[in-house]
């Protein structure tokens, strides 16, 4: 069994049901999906997406990603995304492994191991798809292996842990993470704005203030927040506001109209409006398909 199979192998036995499944190894989530699904809004935490098998596509903004074994995602900071498998079944079904990214063990490494080639650059979009490397492969077998021998975890799961975000830091293609570890980047400056927003995205999103949290020019940020998000600030709010109205709507049972008044918005028409425009559907047909892939999947 090559190293491949035997991650399938591994997120195979510890999934028994399609879904998000967190693991006893902190930070670690295993991802299961027996058939394509429909667009599904999300919130990117920093974070690492390795799919051991399967295709799936993420959009950030008007931006695609599509991935599968051969290259990994790295979302550098919380980002509202709109994620779809694309390739799945009951014989081999989508199977990830995803990571939180601890920017604490990041700098640390970053600073231990420097990479003197990094130049200068504009900013990165805040997603990224690298190639994944049998290295990268063999850690994440040995980090899943321990889902099978628990005992071990507190003592080797940070060890593994630190091992996969040296690779991430030192193979070709890690300037974003590099970014990450970097607590004066323009990407954490924006990041600091971004968390900010989390928090505030009901009220109205005043520039100014915006760009001093990250403590920048008004232009300055403009020009750094679109490029790692894809969108401008009041685009970025909307999909936070459409996010968690979708959140509302599908978990609590809120009406459109109650939905769109508690994440700030005073127009149900303009409510409808955006949902349309960034989810394809009404909200009230959309967030219905939802629940009946919730209350399928339970």
Not at 72 to 98: F, H
Not at 119 to 126: L, R
Not at 135 to 164: C, F, G, K, S, Y
Request: include cysteine; charge should be positive; hydrophobic fraction near 40%.
């Amino acid at each position: 069994m090559n190293t491949l199979e035997t991650l399938v192998d591994l997120i195979d036995r510890h999934t028994q049901r399609d879904g998000s499944h967190i693991s006893p190894v902190p930070g670690l989530k295993l991802l299961r999906a027996s058939s394509p699904s429909m667009s599904m809004p999300v919130i990117y935490e920093p974070t690492l997406c390795l799919i051991v098998q399967g295709v799936k596509q993420v959009c950030l903004g008007t931006k695609t990603f599509q991935y599968d074994t051969g290259n990994y995602l790295i979302a550098s900071v919380e980002l509202p995304v709109v994620g779809t498998v694309i390739e799945a079944s009951s014989t081999e079904p989508y199977l990830c492994l995803q990571l939180d990214l601890d920017k604490r063990v990041l700098s640390d490494l970053a600073v231990r191991y420097p990479d003197h080639s990094i130049k200068a650059f504009a900013s990165p979009t805040g997603l990224a798809l690298n190639r994944t490397t049998a290295a990268l492969h063999n850690a994440a077998v040995r980090l899943a292996a321990l889902l099978d021998t628990p005992e071990d975890i507190d003592a080797l799961a940070p060890l593994i842990i630190q091992e996969i975000l040296y690779r991430l830091l030192t193979e070709p293609g890690s300037s974003l993470i590099r970014k990450m570890a970097q607590a004066d980047s323009r990407l954490n400056q924006i990041a600091r704005t971004i968390r900010w927003m989390r928090d505030h995205f009901h009220e109205p999103c005043r520039i100014e203030h915006a760009a001093k949290i990250a403590g920048m020019s008004r232009s300055t940020f403009h020009l750094h927040f679109k490029a790692i998000t894809t969108m401008s600030p009041i685009e970025f709010r909307t999909h936070l506001r459409m996010h968690e109205a979708r959140r509302l709507m599908v978990s609590d049972g809120l009406d459109a109209a109650s939905a769109g008044f508690r994440v700030g918005y005073e127009s149900p028409s303009q409510f409808s409006r955006d949902y349309v425009r960034l989810f394809g559907l009404p909200p009230t047909k959309h967030t219905g398909q939802l629940r009946e892939l919730f209350n399928a999947a339970r």
